[in-house]
């Protein structure tokens, strides 16, 4: 299945940004290659791909699958904190209310080629059970995606450790929505910690974005461009997405 590019839609899909090629949504265009090729993989062998979307969320992330080639291949299913109103309701096959800290229980383990988590860590306090959840819901040799915003080391440390103090004495009523802060490395290290998944690729987005430069992210040089940077220098980067997988066949 393909859907037409419509005008002043991100990369022809997307209409929460008017730039043909956001970088702020470019993360959603790489997922979707990846799964588009893994989808055409498994079609060519007569099977398809059971991919899991966590914190879907409105259905960004499949606006951009639905574009791709071999989407017909694709076996989709969301998970959210909340029941929401999403783009193509019909085209999830499941739909799955609750917690990742709480380990989704009611997902059977190994169902899942594909887990997609992206933009949703840096959001829970607590990581062991999410992390590990990513892993126990891949069948052996099933591939994660997983992205979350990023910080140079000492950033992250003082967001981490400085800021919430600061809101306690300055802003008591304030609610941070992250509530995490990762560099590459940190980010990383809580993967490895938690899961056994081997890393295949890391890469970054928006190391050069906004402010007098937006107005470049209508060109498709510009974000080839911060593609190819944010894969030799990912940890200078605003955000990554780490692609993992889990062993076996």
Not at 152 to 159: G, I, S, V
């Amino acid at each position: 299945m393909n859907v037409a590019a419509k005008p002043n839609h991100a990369f022809g899909v997307d209409p929460t940004r008017r730039e043909r090629y956001s970088l702020r949504q470019s993360r959603y265009e790489a997922l979707a290659e990846d799964v588009s090729r893994w989808a055409g993989e498994a079609a060519a062998a007569g099977n398809s791909l059971r991919v899991l979307d966590i914190g879907c969320g409105t259905g960004v992330s499949l606006r951009y699958l639905e574009a791709k080639p071999h989407f017909d291949a694709i076996r989709l299913s969301g998970a959210d904190v909340e029941f929401r109103p999403r783009y193509r309701e019909d085209l999830f096959e499941a739909y799955y209310v609750g917690d990742l800290m709480q380990g989704y229980p009611e997902i059977p383990t190994g169902r899942f080629d594909v887990v997609l988590c992206e933009q949703v860590l840096e959001h829970l306090p607590r990581l062991e059970t999410a992390i590990a959840t990513l892993e126990r819901l891949l069948r052996p040799g099933g591939r994660l995606i997983v992205g979350v915003p990023i910080f140079p080391p000492p950033l992250a440390y003082l967001r981490r450790h400085l800021v919430p103090h600061v809101d306690k004495a300055f802003q008591p009523g304030l609610v941070r929505g992250h509530v995490q802060a990762f560099s590459a490395g940190s980010f990383l290290a809580a993967m490895a910690a938690q899961c056994g998944l081997r890393l295949l690729e890391i890469r970054g987005f928006r190391i050069i974005s906004g402010g007098l430069l937006k107005p470049l992210e209508n060109h498709r040089w510009w974000w080839r461009f911060n593609r190819r940077l944010g894969k030799l220098v990912p940890s200078l980067c605003i955000e990554i997405q780490a692609v993992m997988q889990k062993s076996g066949p």
